[in-house]
């Protein structure tokens, strides 16, 4: 039996540089002289807060330190010098996910070039990218193409709040000294003080408004000041909890239906009272049938609600309800828009052949989903994973041969369990989903639970994980599971302390180290087993329905 | 693309690739040749490429090769290829000479297994499916689970009814079929007489129970059909993991006999 001192929360700090003297001048600064020492507990002291959980950073002019369509759980500050987001049509996305197939390498070698000239230089030797010299010049002679980041202001809260991908790319304009705080720090200091908790929260909704209001397809041909009339008049709104997991975890294991803990929205046959997109998070859509709801589909982040019902009325007079309820899957942020903006600011200047369809009473809405399928998808929030581990039982022959394939990657021991939930003739097993909303990150004390930058897949680094089972108990879907650490020899690590067990988080990894299929599906025979992208509604509904 | 799309070109395919080789043998025929050659090369080489498929699956998480699946597909559709070549080759006759003989018939016996398992692997998983949801390695774990449920509940009846009723049905009929996995080729074949059989001892046993008794025996009647549920899960998951155990000797034994039986020809005809 080998014995070792149990991990501890700051055994691995986000930097190594954060002496008690940057500690000091950090807290000095205008936008953190306020926090109390007092405030914070002893466990969690301020300045372990900040020697730990945040570093600094330092860019040189041109260098970018946010960029769109990247997944990160960090917020930023800029201590010195000037930062700002780029805005326009050059704020495009990075590719998210890698491109797979035989012809890779020709898909790969493609790349964006809006204005006829490369818009990032390569990585340098610190990894960070450069705007290249004609973009620096191009963005000069354009100020309109940037928003100056105020002084002493935080930004990248978006992504770290959201859970998602950052939502504009952010360079540094001059030399800068930049504080990145870590999910964990932001996290507890937003815990502990109350101005900072405001702070972030107003910004995450002004950021979010403006943001979902470009993004959205059809407002976005209309011009800055037309979106601003919108911006001022429409309203942020959240629904549900943001630790959903809880309460639908609680619900689960009583057998419940979970329609009950899901905040309604807006309501069939209410008024429109407005346009709603989405921000964030999952809504159900449904329809009342006699004395229940049937789930006929979901809404996801960039997806909008009521406008149908808004295009109809205003083209043919009529006074048409909400045709379905929306209800907050989890935790949702919205924009609810009002009538009257809508139709000022935007419907006036859309085309015919954008508008959508008359609605004539029959559902426009069909995803040639089995509707039982889909409602069991919904119901079970299978929907937030973009790599669900879905079997078809009518071809798997439990040869275990994806078992087999996980294992010999994983130092033989398969990161999922073939069980799982029956949907239908559908299995979705116990691998880990790399979920678009990762409630395991929240309460993760040290990040070792993370997003990984570029793909988004959620991974677990085994030297900062220290064990405490966070994760493994927030996971609504019971895809983590703690195991034992073992020495090269074989022996189980125990604490010296008390001599149990060390154990470390264990999941699926998506095989990110060792190709581009996961070794699961690869190795299916059958064509039995799949990750889908429950975003991508059509293409999933394909592979149920081939 | 669909699976029956896939299928209907798959078999296209197939149908092309015997056209292009009648085409071919005709030819080596007109011309005097002797097509055996011809037909015996392809063959061999065809066995080489469904050997391939064992190869493919040791290899896990490349970024090369295709999924297995789409190695199964191949296998598959050359094994089909192959049967036909074989009959382009042997004829249906059996060939004169153990050594011919031999690896004659243990093609036939592989493609044959063959077969079976690609129809199991066809017929099966939704049967299966519809039946419950079980791991194969937790089928024993939980027969014995409810093995003891039942002697817990016959014991119960013992002492609580005053009466050796079912303690006796429970041995008579009950006992050996709760020990182990049971009735492995009738669930195979879906006979449903088992469970038939069962049902009427039951159903016999219940007119002479009281009250109490039968609650008992309901509940270990329920938990009988579980068991035969789980049988059936044991019998179905066990043959779609066992034909392998003669499909993949066979596919090394024919490998081997058929290079011998190459360069036995060739040996014969003085090519080596």
Not at chain 2, 238 to 267: D, E, G, N, T
């Amino acid at each position: 039996m080998t014995k070792v001192r149990r991990p501890k929360r700051w055994d691995n700090p986000f930097s190594k540089d954060m002496s008690d003297a940057i500690v000091a001048r950090v807290l000095s600064t205008k936008a953190l002289s306020h926090l109390e020492t007092d405030n914070f507990s002893d466990g969690l002291p301020l300045n372990g807060i900040i020697a730990n959980d945040t570093r600094i950073v330092h860019f040189k002019a041109g260098e970018v330190i946010i960029r769109k369509g990247e997944y990160g759980g960090s917020a930023f500050l800029t201590l010195s010098g000037e930062a700002a987001i780029i805005k326009g049509e050059f704020e495009f996305e990075i590719k998210t996910k890698k491109t797979t197939g035989f012809f890779s390498f020709f898909k790969a070698s493609k790349s964006k070039n809006l204005l006829g000239f490369p818009l990032f230089s390569t990585h340098n030797k610190e990894e960070r990218l450069t705007l290249s010299p004609h973009f620096q010049e191009f963005i000069q002679q354009h100020p309109d193409n940037y928003i100056n980041l105020e002084a002493n202001s935080f930004y990248g809260e978006i992504a770290a709040l959201a859970r998602g991908t950052r939502t504009a790319t952010v360079f540094a304009k001059t030399d800068s000294e930049i504080l990145e705080i870590g999910w964990q720090g932001l996290r507890d200091l937003m815990r502990y003080d109350i101005k900072i908790r405001e702070q972030i929260r107003t910004l995450y909704k002004q950021h979010s408004l403006l943001i979902q209001l470009r993004k959205t397809k059809f407002l976005s041909h209309l011009k800055a000041e037309q979106l601003q009339h919108l911006n001022e008049q429409s309203l942020f709104e959240n629904y549900g909890q943001f630790e959903w997991q809880r309460s639908f975890n609680a619900l689960k294991n009583k057998g419940d239906s979970v329609l009950s803990i899901e905040p309604i929205i807006a309501k069939q046959e209410d008024y429109v009272d407005g346009l709603l997109l989405i921000c964030s998070g999952f809504a159900r859509l449904s329809k009342t049938v006699n004395h229940g709801e049937k789930t006929i589909g979901y809404l996801k982040q960039g997806d909008t609600f009521g406008f149908e019902e808004l295009a109809h009325n205003y083209r043919t007079g009529a006074s048409l309800s909400y045709q379905h309820s929306l209800r907050a899957i989890g935790y949702v942020d919205i924009i609810r828009i009002p009538t009257s903006a809508v139709e000022k600011y935007a419907l006036e200047y859309l085309d015919e052949g954008d508008l959508p369809l008359l609605l004539n009473g029959k559902d426009n809405l069909d995803y040639g989903l089995d509707t039982g399928i889909l409602e069991q998808l919904v119901e079970h929030r299978f929907i937030n994973g973009s790599s669900t581990m879905v079997i078809d039982r009518d071809r798997c022959t439990g040869c275990d041969d994806c078992v087999s394939a996980c294992a010999s990657l994983h130092d033989g021991q398969a990161r999922f369990s073939r069980h799982g939930t029956i949907i239908d003739k559908y299995s979705i097993t116990h691998a880990c989903m790399h979920c678009t909303d990762p409630v395991c990150l929240i309460g993760c004390p040290t990040g070792a639970i993370h997003r990984s930058g570029q793909l988004g897949n959620i991974i677990v680094d085994d030297n900062t994980c220290i064990g405490c089972s966070g994760c493994a108990t927030s996971c609504p879907y019971e895809n983590i599971v703690m195991r034992e650490v073992l020495t090269d020899d074989g022996q189980v690590l125990l604490d010296e302390q008390n001599g149990s067990p060390i154990l470390k988080a264990s999941k699926c990894d998506l095989c990110i180290q060792h190709g581009s299929i996961p070794a699961c599906e690869q190795a299916c025979p059958h064509d039995a087993l799949k990750r889908l992208d429950m975003g991508n509604i059509a293409s999933f509904t394909d592979w149920f329905n081939r | 693309m669909k699976l029956q799309q896939r299928r209907l070109l798959n078999f296209s395919l197939l149908f092309v690739a015997l056209l292009i080789i009648l085409f071919i043998q005709q030819l080596n025929q007109y011309s005097l040749n002797h097509s055996a050659f011809f037909t015996g090369w392809l063959l061999l080489s065809s066995i080489f490429l469904l050997y391939l498929f064992t190869l493919r699956k040791k290899i896990v998480g490349g970024k090369i090769f295709f999924k297995v699946s789409t190695w199964m597909q191949l296998h598959i559709y050359v094994g089909f290829l192959a049967v036909a070549l074989f009959l382009l080759h042997a004829g249906w006759k059996a060939p004169e000479g153990v050594a011919k003989q031999l690896v004659y018939f243990i093609f036939i016996f592989e493609s044959l297994s063959g077969l079976f398992g690609l129809c199991i692997t066809r017929i099966l998983p939704p049967s299966l499916a519809r039946n419950g949801s079980v791991l194969y390695q937790d089928i024993k774990g939980q027969q014995q689970h409810i093995a003891q449920q039942v002697e817990q509940l016959v014991e119960r009846s013992l002492t609580q009814t005053d009466s050796n009723t079912i303690a006796t049905f429970y041995r008579q009929f009950l006992l050996s079929f709760l020990l182990r996995p049971r009735n492995f080729w009738q669930h195979i074949f879906q006979y449903k007489k088992i469970i038939y059989k069962f049902e009427a001892e039951f159903s016999n046993l219940y007119r002479y129970l009281n009250e109490e008794e039968r609650h008992i025996i309901d509940e270990i009647q329920t938990l009988v059909i579980e068991k035969n549920r789980l049988d059936y899960q044991y019998a179905g998951q066990s043959l779609l993991k066992r034909w392998l155990f003669v499909h993949i000797p066979l596919s090394y034994a024919l490998l081997l006999f058929s290079v011998l039986h190459l360069m036995l020809v060739y040996a014969y005809i003085g090519g080596i």
